[in-house]
């Protein structure tokens, strides 16, 4: 059986600290840190199931991209340049997202069917996304799909 990301994250936390890897240890250790504020969350402590720590992972990921742009409109490009590289560590751990043809095909497939359905324009995105969401899962951000979703029923 392949070890839980949990593990996974247990383990490589340990070979980047023998590495003295600073920037993948200090990642790994706020991952993992992540993850166990997660586990005490809320009224008992739990050990969470793989696609939790996968959407806590998803979860950081966004932040780290968020910071990245904050910092670069204060003029911080250093603390952009580390955000940016702290989140293609977590990248490594989270499935593969859709490619944006991909994603596009899909939207267009139920914007269709939305459109048959009777509706139509700006009106349809709540059909539309209804429809998109359980389609595609946890392979492209919500707000990916949104913005996918807001062209299409614009153009």
């Given at each position: 059986?392949?070890?839980?990301?949990?593990?996974?994250?247990?383990?490589d936390?340990?070979?980047?600290?023998?590495a003295r890897?600073?920037?993948?240890?200090?990642?790994?250790?706020?991952?993992?840190?992540?993850?166990?504020?997660?586990?005490?969350a809320?009224?008992?402590?739990?050990e969470?199931?793989?696609?939790?720590?996968?959407?806590?992972?998803?979860?950081?990921a966004?932040?780290?991209?968020?910071?990245?742009?904050?910092?670069?409109?204060?003029?911080?490009?250093?603390?952009?340049?580390?955000?940016?590289?702290?989140?293609?560590?977590?990248?490594?751990?989270?499935?593969?997202?859709?490619?944006?043809?991909?994603?596009?095909?899909?939207?267009?497939?139920?914007?269709?069917?939305?459109?048959?359905?009777?509706?139509?324009?700006?009106?349809a995105m709540?059909?539309?996304?209804?429809?998109?969401?359980?389609?595609?899962?946890?392979?492209?951000?919500?707000?990916?799909v949104?913005?996918?979703?807001?062209?299409?029923?614009?153009?």
């Amino acid at each position: 059986m392949a070890p839980s990301t949990k593990e996974t994250l247990r383990d490589d936390l340990t070979t980047a600290m023998r590495a003295r890897n600073e920037l993948r240890t200090a990642t790994l250790r706020m991952l993992l840190t992540a993850v166990k504020s997660a586990e005490v969350a809320g009224t008992s402590a739990r050990e969470l199931a793989d696609d939790e720590v996968l959407a806590v992972l998803r979860t950081e990921a966004k932040k780290r991209r968020e910071s990245a742009e904050a910092f670069d409109g204060a003029g911080r490009a250093d603390s952009a340049d580390r955000e940016r590289a702290e989140e293609a560590v977590i990248a490594g751990y989270l499935p593969a997202q859709l490619s944006d043809d991909d994603l596009r095909a899909l939207v267009s497939e139920e914007v269709a069917a939305a459109s048959a359905g009777g509706h139509t324009g700006m009106a349809a995105m709540g059909a539309v996304m209804g429809r998109v969401k359980p389609r595609v899962g946890q392979l492209a951000e919500g707000g990916r799909v949104a913005a996918e979703v807001r062209r299409q029923l614009t153009a």
